[in-house]
């Protein structure tokens, strides 16, 4: 599955310059599972970037690149840490 995912977000990303992965560790490691693995390497660091540790920070960048006419692909480690982003959510 990680492959797969790994696949998919590669070919979005030839597809379209608007789509950006972000989230903690995404471009550094490739992610917890590494399924961002190699992206970094191949789409540059504008692309596919490392944030902080602030899961309602990553869900609020996502949300103004949404607004702005990118396509976001956020990533948030577990389904944990996703409670804090949720004000982001439901407030925008």
């Not at 599955?1 to 696949?7: G, K, L, Q, Y």
């Not at 990303?13 to 550094?28: P, Q, S």
């Not at 577990?78 to 439901?90: E, K, M, R, V």
């Amino acid at each position: 599955m990680v492959a797969a995912i790994n696949r998919a977000l590669h070919d979005a990303m030839v597809a379209d310059d608007h789509v950006l992965v972000f989230g903690e560790d995404v471009a550094t490691l490739g992610g917890v599972f590494r399924v961002t693995e190699g992206l970094a390497e191949t789409f540059g660091a504008e692309r596919c970037f490392d944030t902080p540790l602030a899961e309602s920070a990553i869900i609020g960048v996502a949300i103004g690149l949404a607004i702005r006419g990118f396509i976001p692909v956020p990533e948030i480690q577990f389904d944990g840490f996703s409670y804090p982003a949720f004000d982001q959510i439901a407030s925008h």
